[in-house]
T-cell receptor
Framework: GDSVTQMEGPVTLSEEAFLTINCTYT??????LFWYVQYPGEGLQLLLK?????DKGSNKGFEATYRKETTSFHLEKGSVQVSDSAVYFC??????????FGKGTRLSVIA | DTAVSQTPKYLVTQMGNDKSIKCEQN?????MYWYKQDSKKFLKIMFS???????INETVPNRFSPKSPDKAHLNLHINSLELGDSAVYFC???????????FGSGTRLTVV
């Protein structure tokens, strides 16, 4: 079935560092792709999405580009802040099933 | 107004008990879901309902029984709780399958 693979965490960065969290997918066709973020003690929130190849989703300084050639949807941010510390999930809908999530990548940003 | 609200937020109970978690959404979404998040943060779909009808049941023990009295509510009842049921349970809703999901804040269930 369709699936996503995320880089293993945890990722620890200093404030203002550049962030990349890798996500690759296996899918039939070209589904929409999503990044969700889970802050400590909270539910997941939609961070950004892309609905077709070459689309770039962006929000709160985060970006991800839907790359069909490399089946990837890597999350990037140019300058992270302590408030970005959270768990990040890549996801896609799989056939008739609901969203399938990657295993999550924990990001810790230190001042 | 909370878009997807779950109650209770925390639930501590003994093995063998029966408990329920409630979920309500005020977004007018047609589809609602229950996900289980384990201690390693892995999220697994349990159930999906569309307009009160069950459309997905992912190899969940039949001790778990979802109930949707209307399309704004999806409750989860768990019988004969086991230690392995300890997890965070998230309710979510979406306007359609490819739409962004809105999640509740989760119910942390601890079985002792």
């Amino acid at each position: 079935g369709d699936s996503v693979t995320q880089m293993e965490g945890p990722v620890t960065l200093s404030e203002e560092a550049f962030l990349t969290i890798n996500c690759t997918y296996t899918a039939t066709g070209y589904p929409s792709l999503f990044w969700y973020v889970q802050y400590p003690g909270e539910g997941l929130q939609l961070l950004l999405k892309a609905t077709k190849a070459d689309d770039k989703g962006s929000n709160k300084g985060f970006e991800a580009t839907y790359r069909k050639e490399t089946t990837s949807f890597h999350l990037e941010k140019g300058s992270v802040q302590v408030s970005d510390s959270a768990v990040y999930f890549c996801a896609l809908p799989s056939g008739n099933t609901p969203l399938v999530f990657g295993k999550g990548t924990r990001l810790s940003v230190i001042a | 107004d909370t878009a997807v609200s779950q109650t209770p937020k925390y639930l501590v109970t003994q093995m063998g008990n029966d408990k329920s978690i409630k979920c309500e959404q005020n977004l007018g979404h047609d589809t609602m879901y229950w996900y289980k998040q384990d201690s390693k943060k892995f999220l697994k779909i349990m159930f999906s309902y569309n307009n009160k009808e069950l459309i997905i049941n992912e190899t969940v023990p039949n001790r778990f029984s979802p109930k949707s009295p209307d399309k704004a509510h999806l409750n989860l009842h768990i019988n004969s709780l086991e230690l392995g049921d300890s997890a965070v349970y998230f309710c979510a809703s979406s306007p359609h399958r490819d739409g962004g999901y809105t999640f509740g804040s989760g119910t942390r269930l601890t079985v002792v």
